[in-house]
């Protein structure tokens, strides 16, 4: 049986990052540049004023201070998006914040070292040549790679491409990500339910959330029943998705379908059956398509194991495919909080935690009941901590490696 | 002037929740419960077996070992969703993972511990009375409350969602955030340069991102030229958002006309106006509506401050009126990989820093510009590093506390 790592490294081996696509500025928040950006004129465009107050030439404040104050004529106006006059010899020009510097001027004096008497500046201090003057070009110039194609698009970087005229920007296509859930017992929500055995799922939905917080775009194909038929009518319509998410139907029961008929619809080539991880450990992966480029995850089919295989494998590769260079979700180093301790340590098991950060310091917090079916217990948690292989025990005050999947902390 | 934490204090003391509205489970990540979610059943909705296997009666099985297996007849089938047949003394039923326990049966033997010949199943080894059952009611009953309102929707919690029946939940709505950019030398993307003075705005849509990353609904108004008449017609637009936003006009330039113009359009009444940070000290905050319940926020205009500005003061306020109970960025305690010192300390600056994590802990480096118009140092950065006032110096290798703006680690 393939180890954590091992499984890892197949899935994202057979992982290609998808074509790239325009979209407007609205639709590129969180998406990964396809492009450099590069500028379109030098920033500031011009030398402007980085305060309020009076643009001079240096010459003619020397010496000045409160006791002798340099008086000087008050000519014109320099303001933002206007074309100021030329200073001439013992003038200045009033200037705000961001304006042009006059022709002639090369030092501005803020407005709260100056007085204003009678149509008369009265400049009280001398300041260095060139103070409070934002320089042509001082934050980037024309041409310069303002940020490189793969950076992920966040607030300042939706600014710059605005700013540097850019409505419409290449980025990494986003995966179509089919879900098909599968099992007799399995009910849609608003089903009646008509037999106690029935389940309501979850899993549908909790995937769709997960794909819709990777950023891809989720589609959920229907409920296929344990029959041939059924399972072959869903996997139909996953035929123009790129990645097919199984949940359900992979376990050894002679219900478990699914791992047989991907092959005979879809042509799927299972890379693997079984990972050495708990929860998850039936996780089927596949790829098909033209030249492989499709993938498939055959996720088990209960509520934990699933939203663990989909943050540990799946997230990865779907960002991969987005062109994200981060595919993982942050791991951190935590003080568990508790003793932990499990019976048969051949797997590498991920237990769920609720991770704390307080005086610098990460502090995880383990559940009692971590049965892979109980999904409440998902609902305090915020991180998966890492028990390798041959690790029977962590004690309470010793280092866990946590893989968070909620960093609002 | 205020300091940072008197000014944030006024903000959220002025600042309400908003009220609740109904979305669809496909709206619902990231929104903050407004019900607390209930139970409908009992989890597992019965008995059922956590594994593959043949359910069996405990009292037929003891002693059964490799050596001495016990031989039981097959009987029928349990499998999930079905109705299995009662259990006799000396049967066995096989049964797969989810599937109902059988009337009489008590234990599940997993496969991987029995052996079928001639239609007789092999039981090799003796487990305890009631190995492999999960018990009816185990996760939760129905009743229990599985989720509190005022909990953030994660995928965990759509799965919760669906498992219960909700197609729709209540949340807390969403604010409409208006934007509106002033100043004559900003033109909006696409427009022509007609002037070196011009400025391609880029707070307009990096704010509009930070609002949509906030998780609230932003609108760009407009923008508006330095004059009353081009002012006062945007902020007549602004009379059906919950928050306003202005980027510019707020220094002490004879320009600098939102101040005054959002008194007399919208009856704003101004809390505060200019806050000891830097950068964004000229930030200016109101109230107005008919119960003071929407806000108004006049942002400087250079686009660090702007960023800033929002992250520290808007964005826990936007939180608060969606109903979150975590409403500031994540802080966290850095290393400073290299010396930072300021001139002037009084004011609480916010220095862009870069951090990473690595061996269980988090390394800040500064920037060499730290010019509040330098929008570009934003792009490498994910942290704003807290220098209070009076603290001239932060030396190589001290603890800096940084409010982080993008977690991805």
Redesign the interface.
Known sequence: MLSYKEALDVILDNTKTLGKEKVF??QA?DRVLAEDIVAD?DN???D?S?M?GFAVRYEDIVGASEENPVILTIEGES?????PPKLQKGQAIPI?????IPEGADTVIQ?ELTKVENGKVYILKELKKGTNI?LQG???KKGDI??KSG??I??????????????TVYVYQKPKVGIITT????LD??EP?T????????????????V??TGAQPVIIGFAK?NPESIKENLEYAKNCDVLLTTGGV?????DLVKDFVKEVLDVKIHFWKVSIKPGKPLVFGTWGKENEKLFFGIP???VAS?VVFEIFVKPALKKMMGYQ?LHN?T??AILTEDFSRKSADRTEFIRLNVE?S??QFYAKPFGKQ?S????G??N?NGLGIVDIDIYKIEKGS?IKVVM?????
Chains 1, 2 share one sequence.
């Open positions: 500025l609205n928040l004129r500031p465009p011009a402007n980085g309020d303001k933002a998006g206007g074309t705000y914040t961001g304006a042009l407005k934002r001082e934050d980037y303002l940020i950076k992920k966040r607030p300042p970087e939706i600014g710059i491409l605005a700013s540097v005229n850019k409505p099992g007799d017992e399995i929500i608003a339910i037999k106690q055995s029935q389940i309501r799922t979850s899993n549908t939905y909790s995937l769709y959330a997960q819709l917080q344990d376990s050894v029961g002679e219900y089919g209960n509520p939203m981060k942050p951190i180093d950060y005086d610098g049965a079916n109980i999904l409440t998902m609902v948690a280092k999947f909620d960093m609002d902390i």
